[in-house]
């Protein structure tokens, strides 16, 4: 769980560092290629807090000096997504780092719908307990995206 949501004015570089250091290694580790475009893909992911669109990706994505169709953005993100490196926010039909790609974890997502600054939570009784539920329905959960709205703390002091 994040100690706090991100700050606005929070320095992202040691958050964007970490997320790549660690894709490289659980790639290497699985043995899946953690090729330039796909890690320029993540870069530009992993470079804020807030959520990307596919077309907001592609415009700064330009492999080898040029623009690249959505097609290429897609196939990187579906990799990035099968590999746990990054989120897709359905609310959003936008796409954020994965802060905890280190583990397997069904993650929440806290969405400030002021500054669209995310947190991720991994609260595994929030998903045991979804999981549970729905069991008792007779409905078996295979994915969870739990997405919650509301305003961070920085944007409620500032109202």
């Known amino acids: 769980m994040p100690t706090s949501f991100p700050s606005r004015h929070h320095d992202h570089c040691g958050c964007e560092s970490r997320i790549l250091d660690e894709a490289r290694r659980l790639c290497r580790e699985r043995g899946v290629r953690l090729t330039d475009q796909r890690l320029e893909v993540l870069e530009i992911v992993a470079s804020s807090h ?3 669109g596919a077309y907001d990706i592609m415009e700064k994505v330009h492999f080898d000096g040029r623009r690249q169709s959505p097609v290429i953005i897609y196939r990187a993100l579906d990799f990035l997504i099968a590999q746990g490196l990054v989120h897709r926010l359905n609310s959003l039909n936008a796409f954020i780092a994965c802060m905890h790609s280190e583990t397997a974890h ?3 997502f806290l969405i400030c719908r002021n500054c669209r600054n995310v947190a991720e939570l991994k609260s ?5 307990q979804i999981d549970e ?8 959960v295979d994915q969870q995206v739990v997405e919650i709205s509301g305003i961070c703390g920085e944007c409620g002091e500032a109202s």
């Open 106 to 108: 069904t993650a929440q």
């Open 50 to 52: 807030k959520p990307l």
């Open 133 to 140: 539920d729905a069991l008792k329905t007779g409905f078996m």
């Open 124 to 128: 595994s009784r929030v998903a045991e």
